[in-house]
C-alpha cells in the first residue's frame, strides 16, 4: 500500500491498485486484502472493470472501517477509472451496480446525480439475453472511447460558440439546450453533427423509455432500445463488425422486444429482451448467422439468460 506501481497495459490489477489510490486520496489505509475474483460471466462488455473495481473499494472499506455511501463510491470508480486506468468515462456502470434494484428501473441524472427507482408497471414477463462476441480487450483505453468523449466537449463548445455564450472550462452537451443544437446543429462538422444527434435523440428515449416502463408497454420499451442500438453504429459510429452483426441479427429476429450493445459497444456484448418463450428461437438465430460470419470468434462467442438483480454489497 506504501508503494502502489503504476498503470500496467493490460493488467485487470490495474483495478485494485487504482482502487486502493483512490481511498488513499480521502485517508490511509492500514489494511490491504487477500482474495480471489470469481465470475461466470463473459470479460467485457459488462461493466466488468466497474464490478471489479467496486468489489475492491468495498473490501477496502470493510477491512479499514471507513464505510462510504454508494454516492461516494460512484465517485471512487471514477477517480479510479480517471486517474489511474486513463478512462475518460462517466458515472452509468457504477451508479446501476451501486443502486439498481430489481424490477425498477434505474433513471440516472448526470447533470445533478438525482437517482430514482422506476417501478414497472404490469407487463409480460420477459428475459434478458446476454450474447458475448468473444471479442475482448482488457480496457477501454485503446478503443475509440476517449475520442468520442472528446468530440461530444467540441461537439458542446461550437454549439455554445456558435450561440454567443461564455465559453466554460469543461463543455458538455448537457449544457446545451435541444433547441440549440437544432437552430445551429448543421454548422457542425459531419462527425461532430452525428455524435450530438446521437447525444439528443438519446435523450428523448430515455424520457420516452421511463414513461412506456411505467406504463408497461415492454413493446415500445423494446423498439428504443433497438433504434438506440441503431443511433450507436449509425451516429455514434461505435461498435465494431462482430458486435454490429449481433446486434443485427438480433434486432430482425422474431421474438426479440429490443436490442442494443452493452457498454460502449466496441467489443464485449450485445443485450437483449425478449420474449421468455423464445429462448431457443432466439439462440438459434444467432447461431445459424454469428459462426460463419466471424469465424474467428466461433470458439469463444456465448449465449446467457438471466434476469435483472440487487445492488453490489459485502455478504
Not at 482488457?138 to 461564455?166: F, K, M, W
Request: with cysteine; hydrophobic share 40%.
Amino acid at each position: 500500500l506504501d508503494h502502489i506501481p503504476p498503470y500496467t497495459k493490460g493488467d485487470w490489477g490495474n483495478y485494485i491498485r487504482g482502487a486502493a489510490l483512490a481511498l488513499q486520496k480521502d485517508g490511509p489505509l492500514a489494511h490491504g486484502i487477500v482474495g480471489v475474483v470469481d465470475s461466470e460471466m463473459p470479460v467485457g462488455g459488462l461493466s466488468s472493470s466497474a464490478a471489479v473495481t467496486i468489489a475492491y473499494l468495498l473490501a477496502l472499506q470493510t477491512v479499514n472501517h471507513m464505510p462510504r455511501t454508494p454516492l461516494e463510491n460512484v465517485a471512487l470508480v471514477t477517480r479510479t477509472e480517471h486517474d489511474y486506468i486513463g478512462l475518460n468515462n462517466g458515472i452509468l456502470d457504477q451508479t446501476s451496480i451501486l443502486f439498481s434494484r430489481p424490477g425498477a428501473l434505474t433513471r440516472i441524472d448526470c447533470a445533478d446525480r438525482a437517482i430514482t427507482q422506476v417501478q414497472q408497471g404490469d407487463a409480460p414477463d420477459c428475459d434478458l439475453m446476454i450474447i458475448y462476441s468473444g471479442v475482448t480487450a482488457s480496457s477501454l483505453v485503446g478503443t475509440g472511447y476517449n475520442n468520442r468523449v472528446a468530440e461530444c466537449q467540441e461537439a458542446a463548445r461550437l454549439l455554445l460558440a456558435y450561440d454567443d455564450q461564455p465559453a466554460v472550462e469543461d463543455p458538455r452537451l448537457r449544457l446545451v439546450a435541444p433547441q440549440l443544437f437544432e437552430q445551429h446543429g448543421e454548422r457542425l462538422p459531419e462527425a461532430l453533427y452525428k455524435r450530438a444527434a446521437h447525444y439528443f435523440s438519446e435523450m428523448e428515449r430515455v424520457q420516452e423509455g421511463v414513461a412506456v416502463w411505467q406504463a408497461g408497454d415492454m413493446a415500445r420499451f423494446g423498439q428504443l432500445m433497438t433504434a438506440s442500438g441503431a443511433s450507436s453504429v449509425y451516429q455514434y459510429e461505435c461498435g465494431s463488425p462482430p458486435m454490429i452483426t449481433l446486434y443485427q441479427t438480433l434486432a430482425d429476429t422474431p421474438g426479440v422486444h429490443g436490442a442494443r450493445f452493452s457498454g460502449a459497444g466496441f467489443r464485449g456484448n450485445c443485450i437483449a429482451l425478449i420474449d421468455p418463450a423464445a429462448r431457443a428461437e432466439v439462440a438459434q438465430a444467432i447461431h445459424a448467422v454469428y459462426p460463419s460470419a466471424h469465424p474467428e470468434e466461433a470458439s469463444r462467442y456465448s449465449i446467457h439468460f438471466c434476469k435483472p438483480a440487487g445492488p453490489a454489497e459485502v455478504l
